[in-house]
T-cell receptor
Framework: DGGITQSPKYLFRKEGQNVTLSCEQN?????MYWYRQDPGQGLRLIYY???????QKGDIAEGYSVSREKKESFPLTVTSAQKNPTAFYLC??????????????FGAGSRRTVL | GQQLNQSPQSMFIQEGEDVSMNCTSS?????WLWYKQDPGEGPVLLIA?????ELTSNGRLTAQFGITRKDSFLNISASIPSDVGIYFC???????FGAGTRLTVKP
């Protein structure tokens, strides 16, 4: 079945460690997005990409980096500069054609906890 | 940037009751999208609205695209325990989300 796969589901890291979250989709979607959800909060946009080899910062990009070398993949690196202790990271994608009026398909999320 | 305000922030209702929530924007939208997030999962698209005044249903859910294009409403009729979760509004302009309405349904 088509969908978005995020890994790992749970992640425990010590302060000062970088970590990369994987996001893969087999929906042939053009655009991919990363959101962070803090406990009891809504979704905030970190980075997004509408085409391979191009990406844009969202509202909370500091402390994060991304790459889009393949259409199917949009990994997110959480650097040691990112201080939030616990967060839920959600990857999403959507088709941009035939029109931009398409909703997002989300992965199941990755929960990061800093020890 | 544009602001998306959802209300209420949370609701505690009895099973069988109807629910109404809304979302307002500081800007005009071309599309309104409503999602539901189950605990520990990613959100799932419930309803998409594409035209001012449009009223769309999906089972017990009904959503409307406000005439001003700056607001939208989501109603759930005859709530059941599995309606529990967080309901988010969003748009296709910039893919931002409101803060969500957290729904608790008591059996």
């Amino acid at each position: 079945d088509g969908g978005i796969t995020q890994s790992p589901k749970y992640l425990f890291r010590k302060e000062g460690q970088n970590v990369t979250l994987s996001c893969e989709q087999n929906l042939n979607h053009d655009a991919m997005y990363w959101y962070r959800q803090d406990p009891g909060q809504g979704l905030r946009l970190i980075y997004y990409s509408q085409i391979v080899n191009d990406f844009q910062k969202g509202d909370i990009a500091e402390g994060y980096s991304v790459s889009r070398e393949k259409k199917e993949s949009f990994p997110l690196t959480v650097t040691s500069a990112q201080k939030n202790p616990t967060a839920f990271y959600l990857c999403a994608s959507r088709a941009l054609r035939p029109s931009g009026a398409n909703g997002l398909t989300f992965g199941a999320g990755s929960r990061r906890t800093v020890l | 940037g544009q602001q998306l305000n959802q209300s209420p922030q949370s609701m505690f209702i009895q099973e069988g009751e109807d629910v109404s929530m809304n979302c307002t924007s500081s800007s005009i939208f071309n599309t309104w999208l409503w999602y539901k997030q189950d605990p520990g999962e990613g959100p799932v698209l419930l309803i998409a609205l594409y035209k001012a005044g449009e009223l769309t249903s999906n089972g017990r859910l009904t959503a409307q695209f406000g005439i001003t294009r700056k607001d939208s409403f989501l109603n759930i009729s005859a709530s059941i325990p599995s309606d529990v979760g967080i309901y988010f509004c969003s748009n296709n302009n910039d893919m931002r989300f409101g803060a969500g309405t957290r729904l608790t349904v008591k059996p």
